[in-house]
Protein backbone atom coordinates (compact mmCIF):
# COMPACT_ATOMS: atom_id res chain seq x y z
CA UNK A 1 0.00 0.00 0.00
CA UNK A 2 2.32 2.66 0.87
CA UNK A 3 6.81 1.89 -0.22
CA UNK A 4 9.33 4.06 0.65
CA UNK A 5 12.89 3.17 -0.68
CA UNK A 6 15.88 5.22 0.07
CA UNK A 7 13.96 8.28 0.63
CA UNK A 8 15.37 11.22 2.04
CA UNK A 9 14.38 14.72 2.68
CA UNK A 10 16.43 17.96 2.86
CA UNK A 11 14.31 21.14 4.02
CA UNK A 12 16.01 24.54 2.59
CA UNK A 13 17.30 25.42 5.70
CA UNK A 14 19.56 22.33 5.23
CA UNK A 15 18.19 20.19 7.61
CA UNK A 16 18.31 16.56 7.02
CA UNK A 17 14.50 15.75 7.86
CA UNK A 18 14.98 12.09 6.55
CA UNK A 19 17.91 10.25 5.41
CA UNK A 20 17.23 6.65 3.20
CA UNK A 21 14.25 5.65 4.24
CA UNK A 22 13.00 2.32 2.86
CA UNK A 23 9.93 1.11 4.09
CA UNK A 24 7.23 -1.46 2.75
CA UNK A 25 3.38 -1.21 4.36
CA UNK A 26 0.87 -3.58 3.26
CA UNK A 27 -2.83 -3.14 2.73
CA UNK A 28 -4.62 -3.11 5.68
CA UNK A 29 -1.81 -2.84 8.51
CA UNK A 30 -1.86 -0.85 11.37
CA UNK A 31 1.49 1.08 12.19
CA UNK A 32 2.32 2.65 15.20
CA UNK A 33 5.31 5.44 13.99
CA UNK A 34 7.44 6.19 17.04
CA UNK A 35 10.79 8.30 18.23
CA UNK A 36 11.79 11.37 19.57
CA UNK A 37 10.06 14.99 18.83
CA UNK A 38 11.84 16.09 15.54
CA UNK A 39 12.84 12.84 14.16
CA UNK A 40 11.25 13.19 11.05
CA UNK A 41 7.58 11.70 11.80
CA UNK A 42 5.54 13.75 10.71
CA UNK A 43 7.82 14.26 7.48
CA UNK A 44 7.27 10.65 6.67
CA UNK A 45 3.70 11.40 7.08
CA UNK A 46 3.50 14.19 4.94
CA UNK A 47 5.71 12.53 2.52
CA UNK A 48 2.88 10.27 2.24
CA UNK A 49 -0.18 12.30 1.70
CA UNK A 50 2.29 14.58 -0.77
CA UNK A 51 2.25 17.99 1.67
CA UNK A 52 5.79 17.40 0.71
CA UNK A 53 8.02 15.72 -1.64
CA UNK A 54 11.00 13.68 -1.05
CA UNK A 55 14.59 15.36 -2.08
CA UNK A 56 15.68 12.18 -3.11
CA UNK A 57 14.25 8.79 -3.19
CA UNK A 58 10.86 7.27 -4.47
CA UNK A 59 7.58 7.15 -2.86
CA UNK A 60 4.36 4.56 -3.73
CA UNK A 61 0.76 5.02 -2.46
CA UNK A 62 -2.01 2.53 -3.72
CA UNK A 63 0.44 2.01 -6.37
CA UNK A 64 0.60 5.83 -7.73
CA UNK A 65 4.52 7.11 -7.86
CA UNK A 66 4.11 10.57 -5.48
CA UNK A 67 7.25 11.71 -5.92
CA UNK A 68 6.59 11.87 -9.86
CA UNK A 69 2.48 13.01 -9.75
CA UNK A 70 1.87 15.89 -11.57
CA UNK A 71 0.21 18.95 -9.54
CA UNK A 72 -3.30 18.35 -11.23
CA UNK A 73 -3.38 14.99 -10.38
CA UNK A 74 -2.49 15.30 -6.18
CA UNK A 75 -6.47 16.13 -5.78
CA UNK A 76 -7.39 12.96 -6.53
CA UNK A 77 -4.61 10.68 -4.44
CA UNK A 78 -5.42 12.90 -1.21
CA UNK A 79 -8.99 11.48 -2.06
CA UNK A 80 -7.96 8.25 -1.23
CA UNK A 81 -5.72 9.03 2.16
CA UNK A 82 -7.33 10.46 5.43
CA UNK A 83 -5.46 12.63 7.73
CA UNK A 84 -6.22 13.59 11.26
CA UNK A 85 -4.13 16.06 13.80
CA UNK A 86 -3.36 16.39 16.92
CA UNK A 87 -5.00 19.66 17.18
CA UNK A 88 -8.25 18.23 15.10
CA UNK A 89 -8.67 21.07 12.63
CA UNK A 90 -12.35 21.58 12.19
CA UNK A 91 -14.02 24.81 10.75
CA UNK A 92 -15.30 26.91 14.00
CA UNK A 93 -18.17 28.05 12.27
CA UNK A 94 -19.71 24.93 10.95
CA UNK A 95 -21.93 22.34 12.65
CA UNK A 96 -20.61 18.67 12.95
CA UNK A 97 -22.39 17.91 10.25
CA UNK A 98 -21.45 20.57 7.96
CA UNK A 99 -17.72 19.81 8.66
CA UNK A 100 -18.09 16.36 7.57
CA UNK A 101 -20.00 17.25 4.77
CA UNK A 102 -17.71 19.67 3.75
CA UNK A 103 -14.94 17.18 2.67
CA UNK A 104 -17.34 15.67 -0.49
CA UNK A 105 -18.81 18.76 -1.02
CA UNK A 106 -15.33 19.95 -2.09
CA UNK A 107 -14.92 16.94 -4.29
CA UNK A 108 -18.50 17.78 -5.67
CA UNK A 109 -20.25 14.52 -4.50
CA UNK A 110 -23.97 14.53 -5.06
CA UNK A 111 -25.75 16.36 -2.37
CA UNK A 112 -28.28 13.26 -1.79
CA UNK A 113 -25.52 10.61 -1.43
CA UNK A 114 -23.45 13.49 0.90
CA UNK A 115 -26.35 13.13 3.55
CA UNK A 116 -26.26 9.69 3.83
CA UNK A 117 -22.77 8.90 4.04
CA UNK A 118 -22.79 11.79 6.30
CA UNK A 119 -25.34 10.15 8.69
CA UNK A 120 -23.22 6.92 8.33
CA UNK A 121 -20.22 8.32 9.41
CA UNK A 122 -21.00 10.39 12.21
CA UNK A 123 -22.96 7.31 13.43
CA UNK A 124 -19.96 4.80 13.40
CA UNK A 125 -17.66 7.39 15.41
CA UNK A 126 -21.08 7.90 17.76
CA UNK A 127 -22.19 11.67 17.87
CA UNK A 128 -25.30 11.36 15.60
CA UNK A 129 -26.95 13.05 17.59
CA UNK A 130 -24.90 15.93 18.34
CA UNK A 131 -24.72 16.78 14.14
CA UNK A 132 -25.92 20.19 14.88
CA UNK A 133 -23.16 21.00 17.16
CA UNK A 134 -20.63 23.23 16.91
CA UNK A 135 -17.29 22.20 17.41
CA UNK A 136 -16.88 24.69 20.28
CA UNK A 137 -19.91 23.09 22.12
CA UNK A 138 -18.07 19.34 22.35
CA UNK A 139 -15.21 17.95 24.47
CA UNK A 140 -11.52 17.45 22.83
CA UNK A 141 -12.56 13.53 22.47
CA UNK A 142 -15.78 14.35 20.26
CA UNK A 143 -13.77 16.85 18.28
CA UNK A 144 -10.97 14.31 17.48
CA UNK A 145 -13.95 11.79 16.45
CA UNK A 146 -15.60 14.78 13.97
CA UNK A 147 -12.15 14.99 12.77
CA UNK A 148 -11.89 11.51 11.97
CA UNK A 149 -15.37 10.91 10.97
CA UNK A 150 -13.93 14.30 8.47
CA UNK A 151 -10.74 11.95 7.45
CA UNK A 152 -13.06 8.62 6.80
CA UNK A 153 -16.01 9.72 4.78
CA UNK A 154 -14.70 9.88 1.31
CA UNK A 155 -13.78 6.05 1.98
CA UNK A 156 -9.56 6.58 1.98
CA UNK A 157 -7.49 3.20 1.73
CA UNK A 158 -5.08 5.02 4.33
CA UNK A 159 -5.80 7.13 7.80
CA UNK A 160 -2.78 8.98 8.48
CA UNK A 161 -2.84 10.24 11.97
CA UNK A 162 -0.25 12.81 13.35
CA UNK A 163 -1.09 12.09 17.48
CA UNK A 164 -4.80 11.82 17.05
CA UNK A 165 -4.70 11.50 21.16
CA UNK A 166 -1.94 13.95 21.95
CA UNK A 167 -4.47 16.46 23.39
CA UNK A 168 -6.56 13.66 24.87
CA UNK A 169 -7.00 12.43 28.49
CA UNK A 170 -6.11 8.76 28.80
CA UNK A 171 -10.19 7.58 28.79
CA UNK A 172 -10.66 9.70 25.91
CA UNK A 173 -7.81 9.04 24.29
CA UNK A 174 -8.54 4.63 24.74
CA UNK A 175 -12.59 6.00 22.62
CA UNK A 176 -10.23 6.91 19.81
CA UNK A 177 -8.18 4.03 19.44
CA UNK A 178 -11.24 1.92 19.83
CA UNK A 179 -12.53 4.02 16.57
CA UNK A 180 -9.20 3.82 14.70
CA UNK A 181 -9.19 -0.13 15.24
CA UNK A 182 -13.15 -0.16 14.35
CA UNK A 183 -11.96 1.45 11.24
CA UNK A 184 -8.66 -0.63 10.29
CA UNK A 185 -10.91 -3.75 10.84
CA UNK A 186 -13.24 -2.42 8.12
CA UNK A 187 -10.02 -2.58 5.80
CA UNK A 188 -8.32 0.97 6.37
CA UNK A 189 -3.87 1.15 6.14
CA UNK A 190 -3.44 3.44 8.72
CA UNK A 191 -0.39 4.91 10.24
CA UNK A 192 -0.25 6.40 13.63
CA UNK A 193 2.24 8.80 14.55
CA UNK A 194 2.27 9.09 18.78
CA UNK A 195 4.20 9.46 21.96
CA UNK A 196 1.53 7.34 24.03
CA UNK A 197 3.38 4.39 25.55
CA UNK A 198 0.42 2.73 27.01
CA UNK A 199 -1.53 2.53 24.08
CA UNK A 200 1.44 1.23 22.05
CA UNK A 201 2.12 -1.48 24.63
CA UNK A 202 -1.49 -1.99 25.24
CA UNK A 203 -2.91 -2.03 21.70
CA UNK A 204 0.30 -4.15 20.39
CA UNK A 205 1.00 -3.23 16.50
CA UNK A 206 3.61 -2.80 14.25
CA UNK A 207 6.28 -0.71 15.52
CA UNK A 208 8.32 1.77 13.48
CA UNK A 209 11.19 3.78 15.53
CA UNK A 210 12.69 6.92 13.99
CA UNK A 211 15.69 8.42 14.85
CA UNK A 212 17.68 11.63 13.09
CA UNK A 213 15.73 10.76 10.23
CA UNK A 214 16.56 6.90 9.78
CA UNK A 215 14.32 4.08 10.93
CA UNK A 216 16.36 2.10 13.51
CA UNK A 217 13.15 -0.15 14.59
CA UNK A 218 10.81 -2.16 12.70
CA UNK A 219 8.97 -4.94 14.86
CA UNK A 220 5.79 -6.52 14.48
CA UNK A 221 3.75 -6.31 17.45
CA UNK A 222 6.64 -3.77 19.01
CA UNK A 223 6.67 -1.90 21.76
CA UNK A 224 7.23 2.03 22.64
CA UNK A 225 10.66 1.53 23.34
CA UNK A 226 10.97 4.87 24.93
CA UNK A 227 11.20 6.06 28.69
CA UNK A 228 8.44 9.09 28.99
CA UNK B 1 -18.59 21.72 -13.37
CA UNK B 2 -22.24 20.63 -11.50
CA UNK B 3 -24.38 23.20 -11.36
CA UNK B 4 -24.75 22.82 -7.98
CA UNK B 5 -21.08 23.48 -7.49
CA UNK B 6 -21.64 26.89 -9.67
CA UNK B 7 -23.71 27.94 -7.18
CA UNK B 8 -22.18 27.15 -4.79
CA UNK B 9 -18.97 29.29 -6.37
CA UNK B 10 -21.39 32.16 -6.46
CA UNK B 11 -22.64 32.00 -3.21
CA UNK B 12 -18.83 31.60 -1.50
CA UNK B 13 -17.84 34.10 -3.60
CA UNK B 14 -20.92 36.87 -2.75
CA UNK B 15 -20.48 35.95 0.91
CA UNK B 16 -16.77 36.81 1.24
CA UNK B 17 -17.53 39.86 -0.67
CA UNK B 18 -19.85 41.43 2.32
CA UNK B 19 -17.83 39.70 4.44
CA UNK B 20 -15.03 41.79 3.32
CA UNK B 21 -16.96 45.02 3.85
CA UNK B 22 -14.84 48.22 3.56
CA UNK B 23 -12.16 46.12 1.49
CA UNK B 24 -14.95 45.27 -0.96
CA UNK B 25 -16.49 49.06 -1.00
CA UNK B 26 -13.31 50.70 -1.46
CA UNK B 27 -12.69 48.04 -4.37
CA UNK B 28 -16.21 48.86 -5.73
CA UNK B 29 -15.07 52.79 -5.58
CA UNK B 30 -12.50 52.19 -6.88
CA UNK B 31 -13.69 50.42 -9.90
CA UNK B 32 -16.44 53.02 -10.30
CA UNK B 33 -14.14 55.97 -10.16
CA UNK B 34 -12.15 54.65 -12.99
CA UNK B 35 -14.70 53.65 -15.23
CA UNK B 36 -16.40 57.15 -14.63
CA UNK B 37 -13.62 58.69 -15.90
CA UNK B 38 -13.05 56.33 -18.79
CA UNK B 39 -16.76 56.60 -19.60
CA UNK B 40 -16.39 60.57 -19.51
CA UNK B 41 -14.16 59.85 -22.43
CA UNK B 42 -15.42 57.74 -24.26
CA UNK B 43 -18.61 59.86 -24.35
CA UNK B 44 -16.08 63.33 -25.52
CA UNK B 45 -14.53 60.83 -27.97
CA UNK B 46 -17.89 59.65 -29.48
CA UNK B 47 -19.23 63.31 -29.54
CA UNK B 48 -15.67 64.05 -31.14
CA UNK B 49 -16.13 62.11 -33.66
CA UNK B 50 -19.79 62.63 -34.36
CA UNK B 51 -18.64 66.41 -34.61
CA UNK B 52 -15.72 65.85 -37.04
CA UNK B 53 -18.01 63.44 -39.11
CA UNK B 54 -21.02 66.68 -39.27
CA UNK B 55 -18.41 68.75 -40.10
CA UNK B 56 -16.64 67.25 -42.81
CA UNK B 57 -20.05 66.85 -44.20
CA UNK B 58 -19.84 70.38 -44.69
CA UNK B 59 -16.86 70.84 -46.14
CA UNK B 60 -16.38 72.54 -49.41
CA UNK B 61 -14.35 73.67 -52.23
CA UNK B 62 -14.95 76.78 -53.64
CA UNK B 63 -13.25 78.21 -56.95
CA UNK B 64 -13.11 81.45 -57.41
CA UNK B 65 -13.03 82.20 -61.39
CA UNK B 66 -11.18 85.25 -62.67
CA UNK B 67 -13.07 88.36 -63.16
CA UNK B 68 -13.60 88.96 -67.22
CA UNK B 69 -14.06 85.33 -68.37
CA UNK B 70 -16.98 84.82 -71.22
CA UNK B 71 -20.42 82.99 -69.51
CA UNK B 72 -18.97 80.20 -71.88
CA UNK B 73 -16.19 79.83 -70.34
CA UNK B 74 -17.85 79.18 -67.05
CA UNK B 75 -20.45 76.91 -68.31
CA UNK B 76 -16.76 75.33 -69.58
CA UNK B 77 -15.18 75.02 -66.67
CA UNK B 78 -18.72 73.90 -64.59
CA UNK B 79 -18.84 70.95 -66.39
CA UNK B 80 -15.43 69.91 -66.27
CA UNK B 81 -15.08 70.39 -62.80
CA UNK B 82 -18.96 68.41 -62.52
CA UNK B 83 -17.48 65.16 -64.70
CA UNK B 84 -14.73 64.38 -62.13
CA UNK B 85 -15.97 61.44 -59.84
CA UNK B 86 -15.03 62.50 -57.05
CA UNK B 87 -17.16 65.48 -56.96
CA UNK B 88 -20.72 64.76 -55.78
CA UNK B 89 -22.10 67.88 -56.15
CA UNK B 90 -20.88 71.60 -57.94
CA UNK B 91 -23.23 74.56 -57.40
CA UNK B 92 -22.41 77.92 -59.31
CA UNK B 93 -22.55 81.09 -56.98
CA UNK B 94 -22.85 84.21 -59.06
CA UNK B 95 -20.99 87.28 -58.46
CA UNK B 96 -24.61 88.96 -56.76
CA UNK B 97 -24.95 86.13 -54.35
CA UNK B 98 -21.76 86.16 -53.49
CA UNK B 99 -22.10 89.71 -52.10
CA UNK B 100 -25.54 89.25 -50.55
CA UNK B 101 -23.67 86.52 -48.56
CA UNK B 102 -20.56 88.81 -47.42
CA UNK B 103 -23.25 91.23 -46.33
CA UNK B 104 -25.03 88.60 -44.09
CA UNK B 105 -21.82 87.40 -42.63
CA UNK B 106 -20.30 91.06 -42.06
CA UNK B 107 -23.59 91.92 -40.32
CA UNK B 108 -23.43 95.59 -39.10
CA UNK B 109 -20.16 96.18 -38.99
CA UNK B 110 -19.66 95.29 -42.63
CA UNK B 111 -22.53 97.53 -43.82
CA UNK B 112 -20.17 100.77 -43.83
CA UNK B 113 -17.56 98.60 -45.37
CA UNK B 114 -20.03 97.42 -48.42
CA UNK B 115 -21.92 100.34 -48.90
CA UNK B 116 -20.41 101.67 -52.04
CA UNK B 117 -20.74 98.57 -53.62
CA UNK B 118 -23.54 97.19 -56.10
CA UNK B 119 -24.14 95.21 -59.35
CA UNK B 120 -22.39 97.24 -61.45
CA UNK B 121 -18.87 97.47 -59.44
CA UNK B 122 -19.13 94.06 -57.41
CA UNK B 123 -15.30 93.25 -57.00
CA UNK B 124 -16.15 89.55 -56.28
CA UNK B 125 -15.79 87.13 -58.85
CA UNK B 126 -18.12 84.00 -59.39
CA UNK B 127 -17.52 81.24 -57.85
CA UNK B 128 -18.43 77.61 -57.69
CA UNK B 129 -19.23 75.91 -54.82
CA UNK B 130 -18.03 71.87 -54.88
CA UNK B 131 -18.86 69.22 -52.22
CA UNK B 132 -16.86 65.76 -52.74
CA UNK B 133 -17.69 62.25 -52.29
CA UNK B 134 -15.05 61.72 -49.66
CA UNK B 135 -13.80 64.55 -47.47
CA UNK B 136 -10.41 63.22 -46.40
CA UNK B 137 -9.21 63.51 -50.34
CA UNK B 138 -10.28 67.21 -50.47
CA UNK B 139 -6.82 68.09 -51.01
CA UNK B 140 -6.44 66.03 -53.82
CA UNK B 141 -9.51 67.27 -55.34
CA UNK B 142 -8.37 70.81 -55.06
CA UNK B 143 -5.38 70.09 -56.90
CA UNK B 144 -7.51 68.18 -59.87
CA UNK B 145 -10.19 71.44 -60.54
CA UNK B 146 -6.72 73.64 -59.93
CA UNK B 147 -5.17 71.34 -62.74
CA UNK B 148 -8.16 72.22 -65.15
CA UNK B 149 -7.58 75.72 -64.89
CA UNK B 150 -3.88 75.55 -65.44
CA UNK B 151 -4.06 73.41 -68.40
CA UNK B 152 -6.57 76.46 -69.84
CA UNK B 153 -4.45 78.83 -71.89
CA UNK B 154 -7.29 81.84 -70.79
CA UNK B 155 -5.95 80.98 -66.59
CA UNK B 156 -10.05 81.04 -66.15
CA UNK B 157 -9.58 79.72 -62.29
CA UNK B 158 -7.94 82.59 -59.97
CA UNK B 159 -7.95 80.21 -56.40
CA UNK B 160 -9.53 76.94 -55.34
CA UNK B 161 -9.66 77.10 -51.22
CA UNK B 162 -10.93 74.63 -49.13
CA UNK B 163 -10.59 74.62 -44.87
CA UNK B 164 -7.47 73.68 -45.35
CA UNK B 165 -6.57 72.16 -41.90
CA UNK B 166 -9.64 71.94 -40.19
CA UNK B 167 -10.38 69.17 -40.91
CA UNK B 168 -6.68 67.50 -39.71
CA UNK B 169 -7.23 69.64 -36.74
CA UNK B 170 -10.39 68.37 -35.49
CA UNK B 171 -8.91 64.68 -36.56
CA UNK B 172 -5.82 65.82 -33.87
CA UNK B 173 -7.79 66.99 -31.29
CA UNK B 174 -10.12 63.84 -31.25
CA UNK B 175 -6.92 61.64 -30.89
CA UNK B 176 -5.16 63.78 -28.08
CA UNK B 177 -8.66 63.31 -26.64
CA UNK B 178 -8.25 59.80 -26.74
CA UNK B 179 -5.03 59.37 -26.00
CA UNK B 180 -5.00 61.70 -22.65
CA UNK B 181 -8.00 59.66 -21.56
CA UNK B 182 -6.24 56.86 -22.58
CA UNK B 183 -3.16 57.34 -19.86
CA UNK B 184 -5.59 58.36 -17.17
CA UNK B 185 -7.39 55.29 -17.25
CA UNK B 186 -4.08 52.92 -17.71
CA UNK B 187 -3.20 54.66 -14.33
CA UNK B 188 -7.01 54.52 -12.52
CA UNK B 189 -7.39 50.51 -14.05
CA UNK B 190 -3.75 49.96 -12.63
CA UNK B 191 -4.90 50.74 -8.97
CA UNK B 192 -8.50 49.53 -8.94
CA UNK B 193 -6.48 45.99 -10.10
CA UNK B 194 -4.40 46.14 -7.18
CA UNK B 195 -6.75 46.97 -4.88
CA UNK B 196 -9.39 44.44 -6.02
CA UNK B 197 -5.90 42.02 -5.74
CA UNK B 198 -5.36 43.36 -1.76
CA UNK B 199 -9.26 42.59 -1.51
CA UNK B 200 -9.04 38.80 -2.77
CA UNK B 201 -6.00 38.39 -0.75
CA UNK B 202 -7.52 39.12 2.41
CA UNK B 203 -10.16 36.47 1.75
CA UNK B 204 -7.19 34.03 1.18
CA UNK B 205 -6.04 35.07 4.07
CA UNK B 206 -9.36 34.83 6.33
CA UNK B 207 -10.02 31.52 4.52
CA UNK B 208 -6.68 29.55 4.84
CA UNK B 209 -8.16 26.97 7.32
CA UNK B 210 -10.91 26.09 5.09
CA UNK B 211 -8.34 26.30 2.15
CA UNK B 212 -6.18 23.99 3.86
CA UNK B 213 -8.74 21.53 4.61
CA UNK B 214 -10.24 21.54 0.75
CA UNK B 215 -6.55 20.77 -0.17
CA UNK B 216 -6.31 17.89 2.18
CA UNK B 217 -9.42 16.22 1.36
CA UNK B 218 -8.77 16.55 -2.57
CA UNK B 219 -10.31 19.24 -3.97
CA UNK B 220 -9.31 20.09 -6.94
CA UNK B 221 -7.25 23.44 -7.45
CA UNK B 222 -9.74 24.78 -9.81
CA UNK B 223 -12.74 24.41 -7.27
CA UNK B 224 -10.70 26.19 -4.78
CA UNK B 225 -9.76 29.24 -7.06
CA UNK B 226 -13.89 29.58 -8.41
CA UNK B 227 -14.86 31.61 -5.56
CA UNK B 228 -12.23 33.94 -5.51
CA UNK B 229 -12.12 34.39 -9.08
CA UNK B 230 -16.26 35.12 -8.90
CA UNK B 231 -15.56 37.34 -5.82
CA UNK B 232 -13.02 39.80 -7.90
CA UNK B 233 -15.92 39.47 -10.74
CA UNK B 234 -18.26 40.57 -8.62
CA UNK B 235 -16.62 43.45 -7.18
CA UNK B 236 -15.65 44.44 -10.86
CA UNK B 237 -19.05 43.76 -12.15
CA UNK B 238 -20.51 45.72 -9.40
CA UNK B 239 -18.65 48.99 -9.88
CA UNK B 240 -19.03 49.12 -13.59
CA UNK B 241 -22.75 48.88 -13.52
CA UNK B 242 -23.04 51.50 -10.81
CA UNK B 243 -21.04 53.74 -12.79
CA UNK B 244 -22.51 52.73 -15.87
CA UNK B 245 -25.89 53.81 -14.55
CA UNK B 246 -24.89 57.29 -13.00
CA UNK B 247 -22.62 58.16 -15.91
CA UNK B 248 -25.77 57.57 -18.61
CA UNK B 249 -28.23 58.88 -16.48
CA UNK B 250 -26.03 61.69 -15.96
CA UNK B 251 -25.47 62.35 -19.63
CA UNK B 252 -29.16 61.74 -20.61
CA UNK B 253 -30.06 64.78 -18.52
CA UNK B 254 -27.11 66.86 -19.74
CA UNK B 255 -28.22 66.00 -23.48
CA UNK B 256 -32.20 66.87 -22.82
CA UNK B 257 -31.13 70.27 -20.77
CA UNK B 258 -28.62 71.52 -23.03
CA UNK B 259 -30.05 70.30 -26.43
CA UNK B 260 -30.86 74.13 -27.53
CA UNK B 261 -27.79 75.52 -26.60
CA UNK B 262 -25.12 73.04 -28.36
CA UNK B 263 -28.52 73.52 -31.15
CA UNK B 264 -27.07 76.70 -31.76
CA UNK B 265 -23.97 75.70 -32.32
CA UNK B 266 -25.36 73.77 -34.54
CA UNK B 267 -23.34 70.50 -32.87
CA UNK B 268 -25.86 67.68 -32.60
CA UNK B 269 -24.63 65.29 -29.15
CA UNK B 270 -25.02 61.30 -29.58
CA UNK B 271 -28.25 60.37 -27.60
CA UNK B 272 -27.83 57.58 -25.01
CA UNK B 273 -29.93 55.74 -27.06
CA UNK B 274 -27.45 55.69 -29.76
CA UNK B 275 -24.09 55.21 -26.90
CA UNK B 276 -25.97 53.83 -24.18
CA UNK B 277 -24.72 50.10 -25.27
CA UNK B 278 -21.60 50.69 -26.29
CA UNK B 279 -20.41 52.97 -23.13
CA UNK B 280 -22.11 50.59 -21.05
CA UNK B 281 -21.17 47.57 -22.96
CA UNK B 282 -17.16 48.64 -23.00
CA UNK B 283 -17.12 49.98 -18.75
CA UNK B 284 -18.88 46.65 -17.62
CA UNK B 285 -16.64 44.61 -19.81
CA UNK B 286 -14.01 45.96 -18.88
CA UNK B 287 -14.71 46.59 -14.97
CA UNK B 288 -15.11 42.90 -15.03
CA UNK B 289 -12.19 41.99 -16.46
CA UNK B 290 -10.34 44.10 -14.39
CA UNK B 291 -11.60 42.32 -11.10
CA UNK B 292 -10.75 39.04 -12.54
CA UNK B 293 -7.47 39.93 -13.62
CA UNK B 294 -6.86 41.34 -9.65
CA UNK B 295 -7.95 38.18 -8.00
CA UNK B 296 -5.72 36.43 -10.27
CA UNK B 297 -2.84 38.62 -9.35
CA UNK B 298 -4.13 37.32 -5.83
CA UNK B 299 -4.28 33.31 -6.41
CA UNK B 300 -1.53 33.51 -8.52
CA UNK B 301 0.33 34.45 -5.52
CA UNK B 302 -1.18 33.52 -2.01
CA UNK B 303 -3.24 30.83 -3.04
CA UNK B 304 -0.75 28.43 -2.87
CA UNK B 305 -2.20 24.92 -4.46
Known amino acids: ?228 | MRFSTLLRHLREGALSLARNGWMSFASVSSIAISLFILGVFLLLSLNVNNLTKQIENQVQIRVFLDLDISQAKIEAIGRSIGALSEVSRIRFVPKAEGLEMLRKNLGEDGRDILEDYDDTNNPLPDTYTVEVVDPERIAEVAAKIKAIGDADPEQPIRSVRYGQGTVELLFRVTNAVRNIGLIIVLGLAFTATLLISNTIRLTIFARRREIGIMKLVGATNSFIRWPFFIEGALIGFIGSAVTTALLLAAYNWLVQSMQVEFGLMMIRLVTVRESGLLVGGALIGLGTAIGILGSSLSIRKYLKV
Open chain 1, 1 to 228: MIEMQDVWKTYPDGSHALRGVSVLIERNEFVYLVGPSGAGKSTFMKLIYREEVPTKGQISVNGFNIGKLKPRKIPYIRRNIGVVFQDFRLLPKMTVYENVAFAMEVIEAPKRIIRKRVMEVLELVGLKGKANSLPAQLSGGEQQRVAIARAIVNNPAVIVADEPTGNLDPETSWGIMNLLEEINFRGATIVMATHNKEIVNTLRKRVIAIENGVIVRDEPRGEYGYEI
